[in-house]
């Protein structure tokens, strides 16, 4: 009996679990295991729609006793802490898990780049229970006048942050970006000159070209030593991968991501595979490092499931090849711009099409009925 264990019930985790089963139902010796502190999958590229109310925790999340019913898929509910790689065993608070092959795909945590008061003073969009906290505590501010709320980081996440808070509670929200141009890692200018004037005619207040040097309970020190005051301060400056990997003893690279092959192992950790955000994925063109997104996750997904079934039963591996067909942002509800396959969509077309990339996604791991839930 060969145990295959799935750290994180993520896109790429879950996804794996799931393509791999469909493919190994009908062999006897195989057994899957995912294993997540959760008992539920969450959609979290969406969490920002949590923090203003417009959707519920519940309205993002899919009980994983749902997703798993009828698939001869295990669920260990514990938090993994780390890797024994030489005695091939799952450390978590619930117990020690073994196996023969592993795929680590638990996903990514804050990087607050070592600035003092940054954890301590301020929220983050990590789960949609932080998300659900932040809606309550804008909440609490409603009645306030003028609440000072800023955004530290200009990426994907702060400007959806952003535009969805300002769009909801028609406030001013103050967006902090350390380059001089927003959603930097896209390096698309036009996009950014277009996503500042959007958030601008929102009344946001931008704020480029600065560094945090620290945060203090009710205000921000800038690098030029000039201070803002909030009353709401979100975290959005970076991720980093998950520090299980590290603490497990694998190769590091950028962000603290795994260094992969093309078959998505661990380099030097034979049937270790790694996916999704704490993957170091590298375009082999251009040298570039991919964005840690929810595409990347279900294509090596798909690849890791293939490469599994193929050591199960000792046929070639497949190599990963990354194909990054582009990304679509969301500001506020009625805004979205983005490139899909080299096109440029915007407005409500973006925003539509976004919504049916993540209808789709539903509709793999859950199927019809489901999928249709999130068209009402």
Known sequence: MSKVVI??????????????????????????????????????????????????PSDLTTPLSELLENRKIQLFQGKVSKVDLDEKSVITDKGNVPYDELVIALGSEPEYHGIKGAKEYSFCVDSVEAAAQIKDKLKTMEKEKQPNIVVGGGGFTGVELAGEIADEFNCCVTVLEGSNALVPSWNKPEFSRKIAEVLTSMGSKLILGKFISEVKPDSIILNDDSQIEYDLFIWAGGVRGSQVASASGLRMGKNNRVIINEFCEAVGFPGVYVVGDCALVVDAETGAVLPQCVEIALQQAEVVAQNLYADATQKERTVYVPKFSGLILAIGEKYGIGQVFGVKVEGRLAQTIKRIIHLRYVYEIAGLGEALKGVV
């Open 7 to 56: 750290l994180g019930a993520g896109y790429g985790g879950l996804m794996t679990a799931v393509k791999f089963e469909e493919k190994v139902r009908n062999l006897k010796d195989v057994e899957i295991v995912l294993v997540d502190r959760n008992d539920f999958h969450q959609y979290l590229h969406l969490a920002y729609e949590i923090v203003t109310g417009v959707k519920k």
